[in-house]
């Protein structure tokens, strides 16, 4: 089955700095790459995604990339902000089977 | 619109005891998921249900059973609580045509002592 890992675990960043979480796949067949951000005492939030078809994706200050040669995608978000603290997973999906694998998570402190 | 709703919010449980999540969903999705969540290891499907009537296993289904009672409803059972059980359950659905944006709802914290 596939495999997502998520690095890092933990990332501080001052206010306004810019942030990136880095995720490898592990199945070449899997074609959706959904990012999720989960709130203290939350579920889990869709902020952005991206197919296998694009490279990049973009959403005012979050983009994400995806490299399938590489079989690695990633999370960036600029200017962040206090309220960008938070829990991100990413995840990834051969779409027309509807089930998602989760990377292991990583722990956004924006330090103002 | 409530979009996905669980009860309870928090359960404790002794080892051995019994219990069902409720989760329902009102925004006419056609796919139902189970979760859990334990700390360093992200999301772990434990069931999921493509459509009203059907049921499948996840990642980690040993110890559980599932209902989806109707096309709102997908109801999670512990037949007998472990401590290893002990985390936080989430239910999510699934938006109908081509996106896959999974809506979550806001979790059961679970713990068997």
């Known amino acids: 089955g596939e495999n997502v890992e998520q690095h890092p675990s933990t990332l501080s960043v001052q206010e306004g700095d810019s942030a990136v979480i880095k995720c490898t796949y592990s199945d070449s067949a899997s074609n959706y790459f959904p990012w999720y951000k989960q709130e203290l005492g939350k579920g889990p939030q869709l902020i952005i995604d991206?197919?296998?078809?694009?490279g990049e994706k973009k959403d005012q200050r979050i983009a994400v990339t995806l490299n399938k040669t590489a079989k690695h995608f990633s999370l960036h978000i600029t200017e962040t902000q206090p309220e960008d603290s938070a829990v991100y997973f990413c995840?990834?999906?051969?779409?027309?089977?509807?089930?998602?694998?989760f990377g292991s998570g990583t722990q956004l402190t924006v330090l103002p | 619109n409530a979009g996905v709703t669980q009860t309870p919010k928090f359960q404790v449980l002794k080892t051995g005891q019994s219990m069902t999540l409720q989760c329902a969903q009102d925004m006419n999705h056609n796919s139902m998921y189970w979760y859990r969540q334990d700390p360093g290891m992200g999301l772990r499907l434990i069931y999921y249900?493509?459509?009203?009537?059907?049921?499948d296993k996840g990642e980690v289904p040993n110890g559980y059973n599932v209902s989806r009672l109707n096309k709102r409803e997908f109801s999670l059972r512990l037949e007998s609580a472990a401590p290893s059980q002990t985390s936080v359950y989430f239910c999510a659905s699934l938006t109908s045509g081509v996106s896959y944006e999974q809506y979550f709802g806001p979790g059961t914290r679970l713990t068997v002592t």
């Open positions: 991206i197919r296998s078809n694009v």
């Open positions: 995840a990834a999906s051969r779409g027309s089977a509807r089930q998602l694998t």
């Open positions: 249900s493509a459509s009203e009537g059907t049921t």
